[in-house]
């Protein structure tokens, strides 16, 4: 705000004015002159102060950009690739093919009748209560082989080579793998065990297969 205070001295008038109307008792004439009267006069300025100083503007710095987060791909669950079961080699025909079980008892062989040509593996069991075993022989059937008094099967009178294999004497609860080769044809597995009216295959222990 601007002011410009202006002082007028008003001493000077009343100065006169005493002068003019006031007298003196001495017979000499008063003077004429009026006392000096010094005027203070008070000069204008042009100064101004303010007040109050107008705060200079604080600039702030703009707030800085953070990245937005980056997106992350979930991860694929993946499942472990799971090997496809080996192909068994299927039965010709409905026949048995690799491998057979065969179960001895009082008084039958249990397997089966029907197999493909080639390597067979007969896992034979005897669930009876008396020893037994099994063997395979080439014939036409249990009724063409050579046979004693009672149904045992002569081996000796055999052809050579029709005696393929045969397990050990197996007692309750035993177990054997017996492997053989089989051409396409007739067989019998017996268990040959015994003699007269004792014999195994005579009281019914037998089994006539066919391979193809």
């Known amino acids: ?5 202006r002082f007028l001295s008003v001493l000077a008038v009343a100065a006169i004015g005493l002068a003019a109307c006031g007298g003196s008792d001495s017979d000499e004439p008063e003077s004429s002159e009026a006392p000096e009267v010094s005027v203070a006069v ?18 702030t ?9 980056v997106e992350t791909e979930a991860p694929v669950e993946t499942t472990p690739a799971t090997e496809a079961p080996a192909d068994t080699e299927a039965p010709v025909d409905g026949a048995a093919a690799g491998a057979a079980a065969v179960i001895l008892d009082e ?27 099994l063997v395979v022989i ?7 082989l050579p046979l004693a008094d009672g149904g045992a099967v ?19 609860g035993g177990v054997e793998d017996l492997t ?20 195994h295959a005579g009281q019914g222990q037998r089994l006539d297969i066919t391979v193809t």
């Not at 050579?160 to 309750?172: C, E, V, Y």
């Open 1 to 5: 705000m601007r002011t410009k205070p």
């Open 42 to 59: 008070t000069e204008p300025t042009d100064e101004f102060t303010e007040d109050t100083a107008a705060p200079e503007p604080v600039e």
């Open 61 to 69: 710095e703009a707030p800085v950009e953070t990245e937005a987060p």
């Open 107 to 133: 008084w039958f062989i249990e397997a089966p009748t029907e197999y493909a040509a080639g390597e067979v593996t007969f896992t034979t069991t005897n669930n009876g209560g008396f020893p037994h075993e």
């Open 138 to 144: 080439q014939g036409e059937s249990y009724d063409a």
């Open 154 to 172: 002569l081996e000796d009178d055999l052809p050579t080579g029709a005696l393929l294999g045969r397990t050990d004497r197996l007692g309750g």
């Open 180 to 199: 053989v080769t089989l051409e396409p044809g007739n067989y019998v597995l017996v268990c040959n065990l015994g003699s007269g009216a004792t014999s």
